[in-house]
């Protein structure tokens, strides 16, 4: 008879004792006692300029009510939007010209374009829009016309913050251009586009995540630096207000009226602008 083997399964290992340290051992968070000091002054003294301004009399929060919404203000506000959007496409139309001559393979185009925008963000707003205003003093005719008659304050304001707006709508424009891909304009060209179709069709709107962001800050600085045309008794929002201060000599409150109205379209600018940056970056990581 021949012997039989013991078969028998392998005994399941033994349990490992638990380690006494390890069950002593706790998580400690890190203490911050630094940013949290740093966070309970910060609301102190939020809290204390907010109550400043809240229960100053000198800011005459009636006053700023009374006048808020009055027909000289809104008329005002109307005309800086009207100067800003205006602005704004004028600018961006040659900024988008001066930006393609710059990036263009002829020397005499891109020296013509480099001397503009060197020009004009060379010179201050202040001294291009008085220099416009008294253009007259070089031409007094223009095509038979007196100057003086053709360039009122208001077409003056255009043409000195266009020019002015178009200098730096020029080097965004040309930055988003530079930012699409070299291969996506060499398969338009394969494809036989012409040289404007492939920068309306391809160029520009792959440009547009690239020229959107700094285009929206331009956008809020414009609407703020329409302000200066006040210098030139263009009738805008802050003009409108210092009609009124002069008369009645409530310097704070007008001024308040002002802020407050740069401060509420400029939040409504600033909504608009991240709204557009989203569409413009979809499919990029991260956005949808």
Known sequence: MSAQTDIRPPSPPAPLAKSNDADRLRIVPVRRTGQRAAAVVALVLLALALNSVIR???????????YFTTTAVLRGLGLTLWLTALVMVLGFALGTLLAVLRLSGNRVLQAVSWGYVWL???????????????????????????TVNLLGPVTVAVIGLTLHEAAY?????????????????????????????????????????????????????????????????VQDLLYSVQLVYHRTYQVIPLLLVATIWYAVVTSLLGIGQHYIERHYARGTAGVR
């Open 120 to 146: 004009f963000r060379s010179t201050p707003i202040l001294v291009q829009l008085l220099f416009w205003f008294n253009i007259g003093a070089l031409y007094p005719e223009i095509l038979g016309v007196r």
């Open 56 to 66: 100053n009399e000198a800011f005459q929060w009636d006053v700023v009510a009374d």
């Open 169 to 233: 709508a020029a080097e965004v424009v040309r930055g988003g251009i530079l930012s699409v891909e070299r291969g996506q304009i060499e398969a338009a060209q394969s494809l036989g586009l012409g040289p404007w179709r492939r920068l309306r069709r391809i160029v520009l709107p792959q440009a547009m995540r690239s020229i959107v962001p700094p285009a929206g800050n331009m956008l809020i600085g414009t609407l703020k630096g329409t302000s200066i045309v006040s210098i030139i008794a």
